[in-house]
């Protein structure tokens, strides 16, 4: 059973940076489409990056005006998200997410890191 686990979430001031690791176990992330979704509270789980399947094709919402930089090192079988210029309203819990097509359809979900942006 595949899984994913999430790490480098903290307590940051505004302008800091952090790195936010996702390990795999069980499964791949080479041929995964992966991505980053962030949930802050009272709020709806929002797309943050994301990296195309099988690539290093990277997509990002809007908001983030180049701040955030997704990547993945498949001899770790980890993906990463760099955050730059944080902001107060950057805090939220952050997970990953893998899906691809293995022996079967996968989708899954780590359980998440709290980032929090204050002073």
């Known amino acids: 059973q595949g899984q994913l686990v999430e790490s480098g979430g903290g307590l940051v001031q505004p302008g800091g940076s952090l790195r936010l690791s996702c390990v795999a176990s069980g499964f791949s992330l080479g041929p995964s489409a992966v991505s980053w979704y962030r949930q802050a509270p009272g709020k709806q789980r929002e797309l943050v990056a994301e990296i195309a399947e099988g690539s290093n094709t990277t997509n990002y919402a809007d908001f983030l005006k180049g701040r955030f930089t997704a990547s993945r090192d498949n001899t770790k079988n980890t993906v990463y998200l760099q955050m730059n210029s944080l902001k107060p309203e950057d805090t939220a819990k952050y997970y990953c997410?893998?899906?691809?097509?293995?022996?079967?359809?996968?989708?899954?979900w780590g359980q998440g890191t709290q980032v929090t942006v204050s002073s």
């Open positions: 997410n893998a899906k691809g097509m293995g022996v079967s359809w996968y989708n899954h």
